[in-house]
């Protein structure tokens, strides 16, 4: 039984590897439910963990799981202190702790970006993170650790990555590293950033002229417009010689 539960525990992290990008060291986040079962199963955590994920490990816990041990009372206090020995990671209700399965949601979002594995005893948290791709889970059962095998929501969205309905983790990072290598990215910033600034054009020559002062009262004579082709016609007034007696009387007389 141990060999079959091994065999299926590498078959389950290879799923993840592959197709949620997951990597050594593991982080796994531990709640109050799961260190309590381990302290009655027996089950050291920090030696059969890292056995039983066949890699190196990061036991953590947040604050908020911590405050919810404090508040059971004493019935709790070795599971306490075993959660103490962990790394606290930080959350978002530093101020106003929330109940550990909430808190624990919380820090996977939507996608379960920092890739934990979540380790508890709690059925609502359960039920919660089988809404979300991408998420190992672990609990005790029969004083053993066990990695559950992936949720229909995983399954269902490698599914959706293998016909191209979405972009897996992995490319999403390959394609960020090579906007960021070839600097698309702040290219494009710099682009929405700038104002685009306008070319200084030189002024108008002819509104610079002065506009000619008009005397008063003397109208303007109206231009006479030419049809094209016609030629202007000089007109000579010739004068008439005036051959009169009395003419030619004044000119005797001179």
């Given at each position: 039984m141990g060999l079959k539960?091994?065999?299926?525990?590498?078959?389950?992290?290879?799923?993840?590897?592959?197709?949620?990008?997951?990597?050594?060291?593991?982080?796994?986040?531990?709640?109050?439910?799961?260190?309590?079962?381990?302290?009655?199963?027996?089950?050291?955590?920090?030696?059969?963990?890292?056995?039983?994920?066949?890699?190196?490990?990061?036991?953590?816990?947040?604050?908020?799981?911590?405050?919810?041990?404090?508040?059971?009372?004493?019935?709790?206090?070795?599971?306490?202190?075993?959660?103490?020995?962990?790394?606290?990671?930080?959350?978002?209700?530093?101020?106003?702790?929330?109940?550990?399965?909430?808190?624990?949601?919380?820090?996977?979002?939507?996608?379960?970006?920092?890739?934990?594995?979540?380790?508890?005893?709690?059925?609502?948290l359960t039920a919660g993170l089988k809404k979300i791709p991408g998420v190992p889970l672990l609990y005790i059962i029969q004083n053993t650790i066990v990695l559950d095998k992936p949720c229909q929501t995983s399954l269902d969205h490698v599914q959706a990555i293998q016909l191209g309905e979405l972009v897996s983790p992995a490319q999403q990072q390959s394609i960020r590293s090579l906007k960021e290598e070839q600097g698309i990215d702040q290219k494009d910033g710099e682009r929405r950033g700038r104002k685009r600034k306008r070319k200084q054009s030189n002024p108008n020559p002819l509104s610079c002229l002065k506009k000619k002062k008009k005397g008063k009262g003397v109208p303007t004579p109206p231009l006479k417009k030419t049809e094209e082709g016609e030629k202007r016609k000089r007109s000579r007034h010739k004068k008439k010689q005036n051959n009169t007696p009395a003419a030619a009387a004044v000119v005797t007389n001179t």
């Open positions: 539960r091994q065999k299926q525990a590498k078959k389950t992290i290879s799923f993840y590897k592959y197709n949620f990008s997951f990597r050594q060291p593991f982080q796994i986040l531990i709640d109050g439910t799961f260190s309590q079962a381990a302290l009655k199963n027996k089950i050291q955590i920090k030696e059969q963990m890292p056995k039983y994920l066949m890699g190196e490990v990061q036991l953590c816990t947040t604050s908020c799981a911590l405050k919810e041990l404090e508040t059971l009372g004493k019935e709790l206090y070795g599971a306490k202190i075993i959660l103490q020995r962990f790394q606290v990671r930080r959350c978002a209700h530093f101020k106003s702790p929330v109940p550990a399965s909430e808190c624990l949601l919380s820090m996977l979002e939507e996608t379960n970006p920092h890739h934990y594995f979540i380790a508890t005893q709690d059925h609502t």
